[in-house]
């Protein structure tokens, strides 16, 4: 006996996928137009600090809840998954110390002062790296589950 309908399932199942993506982009994207957009348009001005504060306050809630939405939608994703080979668990592991990094940084990152641009500058670098590979380990996990299917 079925407890759970189908087509409820396979709903759901589309919608923490669609979490998942619009988070990750959320707070992936967010990085690289701070990085390549805000901090060199800002890097001139003298109320530089009051501007990153205030950019920083704005994006905070952005970034708990693309955190919660990854967290949420990561484990329903990985949970529901029928089946890994045997390689999957290394790389997943790998993709889980560097998404460490990125949350880790990512609520560092709006408590940063304006006097430290350049560790801020090297902490969104490192944040917008590690996320690119989470990014490309994710697409090369995708194919590793779809194979198992075949």
């Known amino acids: 006996m079925n407890i759970v ?9 589309v919608l923490m ?3 998942h ?5 959320t707070l992936i994207g967010g990085a690289i137009y701070v990085l390549y957009v805000v901090l060199p ?3 001139g001005m003298e109320s530089r600090g009051a501007v990153l504060a205030g950019l920083g306050a704005r994006f905070r809630p ?6 919660i939405g990854l967290l949420v939608s990561g484990a329903w994703g990985f949970f529901m998954k029928p089946a890994m080979p045997p390689r999957y668990l290394m790389w997943f592991s790998l993709k889980m110390l560097l998404v ?8 560092r990152i709006p408590r940063a002062s304006a006097g430290e641009a350049p560790r801020l500058k090297r902490m969104m670098t490192g944040l917008v ?3 690119l590979v989470v990014i490309l380990v994710s697409a090369y996990l995708r194919l590793l589950s779809n194979w198992t299917r075949i």
Do not use: E, N
């Open 5 to 13: 309908d189908p087509t409820v399932f396979a709903v759901v199942g």
């Open 17 to 19: 996928r669609w979490v």
């Open 21 to 25: 993506i619009a988070s990750a982009v």
């Open 41 to 43: 348009a800002v890097a």
């Open 62 to 67: 952005l970034i708990l809840g693309a955190v």
């Open 100 to 107: 460490l990094h990125i949350l880790t940084v990512a609520f």
């Open 129 to 131: 790296a590690s996320g």
